[in-house]
């Protein structure tokens, strides 16, 4: 897991992994452009640490930062419905039926 904050116990692999790879798309685009952490924090108005830390896919970076660099560089991001989750066996055998 990446350092930093910890936002919930309860995010899940999905999630993190998704911070992680909106984080890569940040950093490639940022290259890509040629820019370096210290001119895209100063377009964002943040310091350069929070530019490294969304790159890195830490979890406690203000959503607002992570959508904002990505928008220097012309990305967005898409919200689509996850495919139902099965409920947990605990759940299951609680009620003696799925949730």
Known sequence: ???????????????????QQLGAAAK????????????AAARLGVHVQTIGRIEAGEPGVAIGHVMGLLALYGLSVRIEPLAPAAAPASETAQTGSPA
């Not at 897991?1 to 911070?19: E, F, H, N, P």
């Open 28 to 39: 490639a685009s940022r290259q890509q452009a040629g820019e370096g952490q210290a001119a």
């Open 1 to 19: 897991m990446a350092q930093g904050k910890r936002i919930s116990a309860d995010i899940g692999g999905d999630a993190l992994q998704t911070i």
